[in-house]
């Protein structure tokens, strides 16, 4: 699929399940997050391009979304999985103020073997103020 059919495939995803591209500055495309729903449980997911991990644009992008999640959604809870080998996506869920809440085993079939997973989420009690927009609207 090309970026231009890749861009209008996410605008045609329903408001519940979303893809944003992650840029620098410059306007260049390095990775993509999204959230989705499945019955009253959001979840947020993101991938970086490997050459561009490592330098906190997940961390930022993460702070964002779930920024706006909480703003924009009467929720509660945003979750997210992640590979119990991946400990680059524990430390972006780390940073954005989730906790892990416990090992989900054989969640996914990757490369022929079965993988487990953690569970994280945050609360909307937890976050007191947003981390990111509140920030940028103060300066």
């Known amino acids: 699929m090309s970026r231009a059919d890749e861009e209008k495939y996410y605008d045609t995803l329903p408001p519940e399940n979303r893809f944003f591209f992650i840029e620098k500055k410059d306007g260049s495309k390095v990775g993509t997050i999204w959230h989705y729903q499945e019955s009253k449980l959001?979840?947020?997911?993101?991938?970086?391009?490997?050459?561009?991990?490592?330098?906190?644009?997940?961390?930022?992008?993460?702070?964002?979304m779930v920024d706006y999640l909480f703003l924009s959604r009467d929720i509660v809870?945003?979750?997210?999985?992640?590979?119990?080998?991946?400990?680059?996506s524990q430390r972006v869920l780390e940073k954005t103020g989730f906790r892990k809440e416990g090992v989900v085993r054989k969640s996914s079939f990757v490369r022929g073997e079965w993988r487990d997973a953690?569970?994280?989420?945050?609360?909307?009690?937890?976050?007191?103020?947003?981390k990111i927009l509140t920030r940028a609207s103060k300066k």
Do not use: F, M, W
Not at 77 to 88: E, F, G, I, L
Not at 118 to 130: D, F, G, I, V
């Open 42 to 64: 959001l979840e947020i997911g993101y991938v970086l391009v490997p050459s561009e991990k490592g330098k906190g644009y997940c961390s930022e992008a993460a702070k964002i």
């Open 118 to 130: 953690y569970l994280y989420s945050t609360l909307r009690e937890e976050r007191k103020e947003p």
């Open 77 to 88: 809870r945003v979750q997210a999985h992640t590979d119990v080998r991946n400990v680059a």
